[in-house]
């Protein structure tokens, strides 16, 4: 086949050619009585076709549960060693727990009792979490499904949509298990560096179960080079205040999906991957087709309105980050290294790991609320003018929550919130109000300054940046269109 054939045909005729065509298993069978090619050689033998077609159902699993296949994929992404817990770990874990309870109790008023913590391996983080991560990224799997079931339709060449007119339920098994692959990989190299429950601000576990990685709590510990036993309770405390906004304010975590949901419906598949795959695969294994498909099939947002829903759903996740260091920070008053702990875990944040990029790369979603430090002075700027009832405060309704103006301008917040809402709205008008807003002022933001420099000096407890982590984050910020940290 010469390179003009195939620049001409799309990706689908060139996998099924390559499958079915001249050059694939059924070479030959194409002929006319006169020894003429028949087109494209798309005359299958029917027995041959149903060899092909059982083998690509028990390729993508088809009537296999998804969940399930995705766990197994990410048990085996998981970067070893990954030991066991030793009952000393455990028990340190319990202590760091109980004493972050306790100081918590005295810097927010939000219930952070009654939680099972525990330790865990990072396969036991995979096992627990991926339940959570299916419920999170299913407009991501919906929008995933769409996009290839329809591309598979419509690019199909046309002597094989009668073969397979029925096979609809195939291809939309075959699309579930693609995904099921990509969110498998992704949780599974996720798992290398997580430490909580909470750290990517979902509630991935249920509100009574705080845990921590131990493997990777002692990592991060002798990395910043202080003591595991402090970084215990500081990330004991940052799970626990995590657990109790998401208590408090159950609606926060609809909010949280409805902003996914935004942002899924302008991610794009990547056919041009499928059309490398088909320049690539080899006819006689057809299993390579499982190995190419893990890699990453989404394209980064590209338009304005895309640009706007990642960043309404950074600003959401960084004004839940924001609440946390802000709390956090407060309660752990007693820790020698609470400043060291907490400009590490602004830095993680800020910038994406090798851990991260491979999730955003296979799943096409982001955990970086690069305007972490914006949101901390926010809430650093009610606590100082009304106390932790104040700060607080912000979560007890949804016409409350920031927006990314109040993040550009934390002094005008209170301000604005007197002249444009009322408080007498019904939770629906409330959620779709803040939504509609989240979206409509993104337009002010990408990289240009905030309204009002005061507020990223509203509170020195609350904003403790360095020179060398604005130029950590700042790449960070320019390759997605949100703003830089600063």
Same mark, same amino acid.
């Given at each position: 086949?010469?390179?003009?054939?195939?620049?001409?045909?799309?990706?689908?005729?060139?996998?099924?050619?390559?499958?079915?065509?001249?050059?694939?298993?059924?070479?030959?069978?194409?002929?006319?009585?006169?020894?003429?090619?028949?087109?494209?050689?798309?005359?299958?033998?029917?027995?041959?076709?149903?060899?092909?077609?059982?083998?690509?159902?028990?390729?993508?699993?088809?009537?296999?549960?998804?969940?399930?296949?995705?766990?197994?994929?990410?048990?085996?992404?998981?970067?070893?060693?990954?030991?066991?817990?030793?009952?000393?770990?455990?028990? $340190?874990?319990? &202590?760091?727990?109980?004493?972050? !309870?306790?100081?918590?109790?005295?810097?927010?008023?939000?219930? =952070?009792?009654?939680?099972?913590?525990?330790?865990?391996?990072?396969?036991?983080?995979?096992? !627990?979490?991926?339940?959570?991560?299916?419920?999170?990224?299913? /407009?991501?799997?919906?929008?995933?499904?769409?996009?290839? #079931?329809?591309?598979?339709?419509?690019?199909?060449?046309?002597?094989?949509?009668?073969?397979?007119?029925?096979?609809?339920?195939?291809?939309?098994?075959?699309?579930?298990?693609?995904?099921?692959?990509?969110?498998?990989?992704?949780?599974?190299?996720?798992?290398?560096?997580? %430490?909580?429950?909470?750290?990517?601000?979902?509630?991935?576990?249920?509100?009574?179960?705080?845990?921590?990685?131990? #493997?990777?709590?002692?990592?991060?510990?002798?990395?910043?080079?202080?003591?595991?036993?402090?970084?215990?309770?500081?990330?004991?405390?940052?799970?626990?205040?995590?657990?109790?906004?998401?208590?408090?304010?159950?609606?926060?975590?609809?909010?949280?999906? $409805?902003?996914?949901?935004?942002?899924?419906?302008?991610?794009?598949?990547? #056919?041009?991957?499928? !059309?490398?795959? $088909?320049?690539?695969?080899? /006819?006689?294994?057809?299993?390579?087709?499982?190995?190419?498909?893990?890699?990453?099939?989404?394209?980064?947002?590209? #338009?304005?309105?895309?640009?706007?829903?990642?960043?309404? %759903?950074?600003?959401?996740?960084? =004004?839940? $980050?924001?609440?946390?260091?802000?709390?956090?920070?407060?309660?752990?008053?007693?820790?020698?290294?609470?400043?060291?702990?907490? !400009?590490?875990?602004?830095?993680?944040?800020?910038?994406?790991?090798?851990?991260?990029?491979?999730?955003?790369?296979? =799943?096409?979603?982001?955990?970086?609320?690069?305007?972490?430090?914006?949101?901390?002075?926010?809430?650093?700027?009610?606590?100082?003018?009304?106390?932790?009832?104040?700060?607080?405060? =912000?979560?007890?309704?949804? &016409?409350?929550?920031?927006?990314?103006?109040?993040?550009?301008?934390?002094?005008?917040?209170?301000?604005?919130?007197?002249?444009?809402?009322?408080?007498?709205?019904?939770?629906?008008?409330?959620?779709?109000?803040?939504?509609?807003?989240?979206?409509?002022?993104?337009?002010?933001?990408?990289?240009?300054?905030?309204?009002?420099?005061?507020?990223?000096?509203?509170?020195? &407890?609350?904003?403790?940046?360095?020179?060398?982590?604005?130029?950590?984050?700042?790449?960070?910020?320019?390759?997605?269109?949100?703003?830089?940290?600063?």
């Amino acid at each position: 086949m010469s390179d003009d054939n195939n620049n001409e045909q799309n990706p689908f005729e060139q996998i099924f050619g390559m499958l079915f065509g001249a050059n694939g298993p059924g070479a030959g069978q194409g002929e006319d009585k006169d020894g003429n090619a028949g087109p494209q050689g798309f005359q299958i033998d029917p027995a041959m076709m149903s060899t092909i077609m059982n083998q690509m159902q028990g390729l993508f699993g088809q009537g296999a549960d998804s969940q399930a296949q995705a766990t197994q994929i990410a048990k085996k992404a998981i970067p070893t060693p990954d030991p066991a817990v030793g009952e000393e770990s455990a028990k $340190a874990t319990t &202590d760091a727990f109980r004493l972050a !309870e306790l100081w918590l109790a005295e810097a927010t008023e939000f219930s =952070v009792a009654n939680r099972a913590a525990r330790t865990l391996t990072r396969e036991d983080w995979v096992s !627990e979490t991926m339940p959570g991560w299916q419920k999170f990224v299913l /407009p991501i799997k919906e929008n995933m499904s769409t996009a290839l #079931t329809g591309a598979l339709e419509t690019q199909m060449p046309a002597e094989m949509k009668g073969i397979l007119a029925g096979a609809s339920s195939m291809f939309g098994s075959m699309s579930d298990s693609m995904f099921a692959m990509q969110i498998g990989q992704a949780v599974g190299a996720l798992s290398e560096s997580v %430490l909580t429950g909470t750290e990517v601000g979902l509630p991935l576990l249920p509100q009574d179960s705080a845990v921590l990685v131990e #493997t990777n709590v002692e990592k991060f510990a002798s990395e910043i080079d202080v003591d595991a036993s402090e970084v215990r309770i500081y990330l004991a405390a940052q799970e626990l205040a995590h657990l109790a906004l998401f208590e408090r304010a159950p609606w926060l975590s609809a909010q949280v999906e $409805a902003a996914l949901t935004r942002y899924a419906q302008g991610l794009k598949v990547d #056919t041009s991957q499928i !059309e490398d795959m $088909a320049s690539q695969i080899d /006819p006689s294994n057809i299993s390579d087709l499982s190995d190419n498909i893990r890699q990453g099939l989404f394209n980064p947002p590209t #338009t304005e309105d895309q640009k706007k829903a990642l960043t309404n %759903l950074e600003n959401l996740l960084a =004004v839940i $980050a924001g609440w946390v260091d802000v709390v956090v920070y407060s309660a752990c008053a007693h820790l020698p290294g609470r400043d060291q702990i907490r !400009e590490a875990l602004r830095r993680r944040r800020a910038t994406a790991g090798p851990a991260e990029k491979t999730f955003s790369t296979l =799943v096409g979603l982001q955990f970086n609320p690069r305007r972490l430090r914006d949101a901390a002075a926010l809430f650093g700027y009610l606590e100082t003018q009304g106390g932790t009832e104040a700060r607080d405060k =912000v979560f007890s309704h949804p &016409d409350l929550l920031p927006t990314t103006q109040d993040l550009d301008d934390p002094l005008g917040y209170s301000e604005r919130r007197n002249a444009e809402w009322t408080s007498e709205s019904t939770l629906d008008e409330a959620l779709n109000r803040i939504l509609a807003e989240g979206i409509e002022g993104t337009e002010t933001s990408g990289d240009s300054e905030p309204q009002n420099n005061a507020g990223s000096d509203a509170s020195s &407890d609350s904003d403790t940046s360095s020179s060398s982590d604005t130029d950590d984050g700042s790449d960070e910020g320019d390759e997605t269109g949100g703003r830089s940290e600063s």
